[in-house]
C-alpha cells in the first residue's frame, strides 16, 4: 500500500509524514492502559525512544535515496544482529547459541530476500553507511523498549514515544515538494491505509517487545514478513499494481531460498 502510494506521486516524506501522524493518533487509546506514575524521566525516555524510530526512518531515506535498493536493503536485515549484540550490553539478556544462529541465518535470508547485489561502486558507500546507521538507530530503539517499559509501563511508553515522533514529523514538511492538499485522492487513500497496516504492526512488535522482553527473538519472528512479502508479490501484487513478480523465476526461487532459511531460522529461535 505504501509503495503504491509513493508510486502515485505522494514523495516519501509525505507518506512517512502521514504513517507517523497516523500512529501517533493509534497509539494514542494504550493510555488507558494505565502504569506507574508519569516522570520526567520517564517520559524522556519514551521521548528518546521515539526519536531513535524517527532518526532510523531518515537514515532509511537517506540509504534508500543515495544508494542502492539491492545493496541497502540486505545491510538493513543486520538489524537482527544489532539487536542481540545490544540486548546482551544494554539490556542484560543472555542469549543462547540457537538464538544467535538463528540471528545470523536471519541475515543470510535477508540478503536472499532483498535481490542481487549489483551496487553501482559509487553508491556503496552511502549504501553501506546509511543502512548500517539506520539498522542500528531501530536496534537501539527496541533496545531502549525492552529496558525502559518495564519501568515506564507500556501504557505510557508507547502513547509518549509515537507522539514524539508525529511531532518530529512536521519537520519534514518543508521537504514535501507540494503540500497535502495536493496530494492525489488516490494516493491519499493508499497511504491511509498503509499507515493503519503499519500502526498494527507496529502495535504488535512494540508490545511483544514492551511485555515480554524477547527482543532478538521478536525481531527473528517479525521478520518472517520477508516470507510474507513473497507470497503476497507472487499472488495478489497485481491488485496494487505490483510487477515485481515479472523479475523472473530466477529471481523469485532466490527469494522463496530465502523464505526457507528464514523459517529454518524461526524454527532455531523458537527451541533457544
Aim: glycine content about 12%; some cysteine.
Amino acid at each position: 500500500m505504501l509503495k503504491r502510494a509513493t508510486e502515485g506521486g505522494t514523495g516519501p516524506w509525505r507518506v512517512s509524514a502521514i504513517t507517523n501522524w497516523i500512529a501517533a493518533l493509534a497509539f494514542a487509546p494504550w493510555w488507558l492502559m494505565g502504569g506507574p506514575p508519569v516522570t520526567l524521566d520517564g517520559a524522556l525516555k519514551a521521548a528518546l525512544a521515539g526519536a531513535l524510530f524517527f532518526a532510523g526512518q531518515i537514515l532509511t531515506f537517506l540509504a534508500l535515496n543515495r544508494g542502492d535498493v539491492s545493496l541497502t536493503t540486505p545491510v538493513m536485515g543486520t538489524k537482527v544482529i544489532f539487536v542481540a549484540f545490544l540486548a546482551v550490553l544494554f539490556a542484560g539478556n543472555t542469549l543462547s547459541p540457537m538464538l544467535w544462529a538463528a540471528a545470523f541465518l536471519t541475515v543470510a535470508a535477508t540478503v536472499l530476500l532483498g535481490g542481487e547485489i549489483r551496487a553501482n561502486r559509487e553508491r556503496v558507500l552511502p549504501s553501506v553507511g546509511w543502512g548500517f546507521s539506520a539498522a542500528f538507530a531501530y536496534a537501539l530503539t527496541d533496545v531502549t523498549q525492552v529496558k525502559w517499559v518495564p519501568e515506564v509501563g507500556f501504557g505510557h511508553f508507547a502513547p509518549i514515544m509515537f507522539a514524539t515522533l508525529g511531532l518530529l514529523s512536521f519537520g519534514l514538511i518543508p521537504f514535501f515538494g507540494k503540500p497535502l492538499s495536493e496530494m492525489p485522492g488516490s494516493s491519499a487513500r493508499w497511504a491511509v491505509g498503509g499507515a493503519l497496516m503499519l500502526s498494527l504492526q507496529a502495535t504488535g512488535i512494540a508490545y511483544c517487545i514492551g511485555m515480554f522482553h524477547e527482543v532478538t527473538l521478536t525481531n527473528i519472528l517479525y521478520n518472517t514478513r520477508g516470507i510474507w512479502s513473497v507470497v503476497l508479490v507472487w499472488v495478489i501484487g497485481h491488485w496494487f499494481s505490483n510487477t515485481e513478480s515479472t523479475i523472473g523465476s530466477r529471481a523469485m526461487l532466490r527469494r522463496f531460498a530465502g523464505a526457507a532459511i528464514l523459517l529454518a531460522a524461526v524454527a532455531l529461535g523458537l527451541r533457544k
